[in-house]
């Protein structure tokens, strides 16, 4: 029989009990401390209340304080042995048939809050950032715009996830404004370079993968071993400037084209949850070196969608729609490359996938690609668009299909803000 919740969870939810993703909240409009969740329908579980009370009691979680944490990184630290107890434990704790917390009308009044009535925040503490660059057809695509059709992908791209060191401190949670950035522009004939507010803002659709366990500085993860430092997943924009970054991107990559501002959803799916829509990734070829080679190679059928609420407008045009398993790259090659020098990872750190494009012209992750550099500008609901303007917002979601219930992520959203003076 399918596992079932006491709770009422619509059959659209991204949020049954088979997902359970991990949250941070306060409650509007404190200032307290963040306390811990997971999301069960329209609720989020206050882990803080089912710790106090006992009820983590496996032999992992008994007397660990990992949930009166205002962040999960002590959790994350714990491992994937403490990552299932505290499923299983919860997954009882929540189900149809068990008296615990169903019967119990004041543990569930304190630890069952509606999600409308909190405030997320970010759910972890990020000491690094890195973004990589993982879709085939995004690499196609940006390198006919900037290079030409004749060798648009590097071919070393085709041996290694290639990636850069993102700016960690701005990050921020879903429904936190994006800034506009001023920087340099490429010069136009003999004209010194532009410099100001970016002309060509973008979106980037990506999902990005929450470190466990690290690694010790100078030893690297095995890459059959590498799924077990990853806690789970978000939905991730990496909000770039393009024109910011078409000027300063030689000799050594992006900077304060991407450093401005990435957004992340509220709660991280874990790999537990996405296990049952896992496909075969694509097949490598060049056969990656050994150190890459994975005994089961595998993405996640993840649906991606994007839309755009123009400014000034009442309803939002879907713009994009793309799939996590269009990735070359998996995650858990992404993770071992990383640490194959000796590069020690830590828990909470944050592995961005690089913009995820698929084959069709409406998969495509960017307005970059949307419009092919702005030559082709889109229509939204009559609304040109070559790149964001001030006050358009734009949402991600993601969401596995399963058969009775879907596994989500919810929302990642953010809003143009003007520069500031």
């Not at 979106?203 to 470190?211: D, H, K, N, T």
Request: glycine share 10%; hydrophobic share 35%; net charge negative.
């Amino acid at each position: 029989m399918a596992l079932k919740s006491f709770i009422d969870v619509h059959p659209d939810s991204h949020f049954p009990i088979q997902n359970l993703p991990y949250g941070a909240f306060k409650t509007q409009p404190s200032t307290e401390l963040p306390r811990l969740a997971v999301a069960i329908g329209d609720y989020a579980l206050d882990l803080s209340e089912i710790a106090k009370a006992g009820l983590f009691n496996g032999p992992l979680l008994t007397g660990s304080d990992c949930f009166l944490q205002p962040t999960l990184n002590k959790f994350l630290a714990m491992g994937r042995p403490a990552w299932k107890e505290a499923r299983k434990t919860l997954q009882k704790l929540l189900s149809s048939t068990e008296p615990t917390l169903r019967d119990d009308t004041v543990l569930r009044q304190k630890a069952l809050l509606p999600t409308s009535k909190v405030e997320m925040v970010l759910p972890m503490e990020i000491g690094d950032y890195t973004d990589f660059f993982s879709s085939m057809h995004h690499a196609k695509n940006c390198g006919t715009i900037f290079v030409g059709p004749e060798t648009p992908i590097p071919p070393n791209w085709f041996h290694l996830p290639i990636a850069y060191h993102g700016r960690a401190s701005s990050i921020v949670i879903s429904g936190t404004d994006i800034i506009r950035p001023r920087g340099q522009g490429r010069p136009t004939g003999n004209s010194p370079p532009y410099f100001g507010p970016s002309l060509k803002l973008d979106f980037e659709l990506e999902m990005a993968a929450v470190v466990g366990p690290g690694n010790e500085l100078g030893k690297a993860i095995d890459v059959n071993e590498a799924a077990d430092h990853i806690f789970g997943v978000v939905l991730m924009n990496d909000w770039s400037a393009r024109d910011v970054q078409a000027w300063e991107y030689v000799p050594l990559g992006p900077f304060l084209g991407k450093s401005f501002g990435t957004t992340i959803s509220p709660w991280i799916v874990t790999l537990d949850a996405l296990e049952p829509f896992a496909c075969n990734a694509p097949k490598q070829d060049p056969s990656p070196p050994p150190y890459l080679a994975e005994k089961i190679s595998k993405n996640y059928d993840i649906a991606l969608e994007v839309q755009i609420k123009p400014s000034g407008q009442k309803d939002s045009s879907v713009v994009t729609r793309s799939n996590l398993k269009n990735l070359y790259w998996t995650l858990t090659q992404q993770l071992a490359h990383h640490t194959i020098n000796g590069c020690n990872l830590r828990p909470g750190d944050l592995l961005g996938t690089g913009t995820i494009s698929g084959p069709e012209p409406d998969s495509l992750g960017c307005l970059l690609e949307l419009t092919w550099n702005g030559q082709k500008p889109l229509s939204l609901n009559g609304t040109a668009r070559k790149f964001l303007e001030d006050g358009d917002e734009v949402i991600f979601t993601g969401c596995c299909k399963g058969s009775g219930y879907n596994v989500g992520f919810g929302t990642c959203r953010g809003k143009v803000a003007p520069p500031r003076d």
